[in-house]
């Protein structure tokens, strides 16, 4: 997935004023999303969508009616359009930049947690307020469970990463017992 794509951005912020207009934003996600894992569950179905040795009619046929009716209009438009113009390879993208702009646009933030085991909710809790506190933005935690880190959390904000696991403290010791016997 090429994140900086410009027609990706086009799509997707063309689809975002489209929902908003219509007050689906959050229906229109949902259906990105739908579609989204239709084509990640079954990569055949991908091929086909994403070729271009099929005739761009037949193919347009095809999503009418494998996704008419089971996704909004948005979605099945934008469809449409993405097979008339060649640009169904980087469906993927459209639906990632869709979401970026939906977010900014919420104010949200995503943060991904990443601990040994279940983070004690005060734990959370904490991490939410500070988070938000410090953003001024709403935030949505994906957690993980990695028993690989033994204990402590691995926080990643954007591209802030702090690593306060066992396992990273254990490494770094090491490293540095290493460096004092040379």
Not at 16 to 25: I, P, Q
Request: charged fraction near 35%.
């Amino acid at each position: 997935m090429n994140r900086s794509d410009p027609a990706a951005r086009c799509y997707a912020e063309a689809l975002l004023l489209l929902a908003r207009e219509k007050g689906r934003l959050e229906a229109v996600v949902e259906d990105l999303r739908a579609v989204l894992g239709v084509f990640h569950s079954d990569r055949r179905l991908w091929s086909l969508f994403t070729t271009p040795r099929i005739d761009r009619e037949e193919k347009e046929a095809f999503v009418r009616k494998a996704f008419q009716g089971r996704v909004g209009p948005e979605v099945a438009g934008l469809l449409v359009v993405m097979v008339r113009k060649g640009r169904e390879a980087i469906y993927d993208n459209v639906v990632d930049q869709f979401e970026r702009f939906r977010d900014l646009e919420q104010r949200r933030i995503h943060v991904h947690l990443e601990s040994a085991r279940e983070v004690d909710p005060a734990v959370r809790a904490a991490l939410e307020k500070a988070v938000s506190d410090a953003s001024g933005k709403t935030v949505v935690l994906h957690e993980r469970i990695e028993p690989s880190l033994l204990a402590g959390l691995v926080v990643r904000v954007g591209d802030v990463l702090v690593d306060g696991s066992l396992r990273s403290r254990l490494r770094t010791l090491g490293s540095r017992l290493a460096g004092d016997r040379a």
